[in-house]
């Protein structure tokens, strides 16, 4: 299998990137404006409203690969509040306290926080987005 998608890694990984952190942000709109779906939006200075502002924010920033390890890190620190804040009282399993969403995207943005932006981001255009011995970094060696 590594030879017929390793090559697509930092590709892979980008597009991967992308998309958790627009659905991320997409979070923030619906607890901030209501949208999409509609909705009960919070007071923007409460809990609530908070996790809106870094949803929003720093989903639009991990897509955009703008500081995207700051932004993961933050990210992925809000979800493990949010888990055991809002589910893990209710049971043992995420699976079963309906938090299985909150704890895929701590680890998710736990590993972009310890791989950086990647290509496809600003960061790269800007010449910070790859750490070393990472794949699609140039300085990158297997």
Same mark, same amino acid.
């Given at each position: ?40 939006? %919070? =007071? #923007? &200075?409460? *809990? ?10 720093? +989903?639009?920033? $991990? ?35 309906? %938090? =299985? #969403? &909150?704890? *895929? ?10 791989? +950086?932006?990647? $290509? ?23």
């Amino acid at each position: 299998m590594d030879r017929f998608l390793g090559k697509y890694n930092p590709q892979l990984y980008a597009i991967l990137r992308i998309v958790a952190g627009f659905l991320f942000a997409m979070h923030g709109t619906q607890k901030l404006f209501g949208w999409p779906g509609g909705g009960d939006t %919070g =007071e #923007l &200075a409460s *809990l609530m409203g908070l996790a809106g502002i870094i949803e929003l924010v720093g +989903g639009l920033m $991990i897509a955009f690969g703008l500081l995207t390890s700051w932004a993961a890190f933050i990210a992925s620190g809000e979800m493990a509040v949010a888990y055991f804040k809002a589910h893990a009282s209710e049971a043992l399993w995420p699976i079963l306290n309906g %938090g =299985e #969403l &909150a704890v *895929l995207y701590c680890f998710l943005f736990l590993y972009m926080a310890a791989r +950086g932006s990647g $290509i496809w981001s600003v960061d790269a255009a800007m010449g910070r987005g790859n750490r070393a011995g990472v794949p699609g970094n140039r300085n990158y060696t297997p």
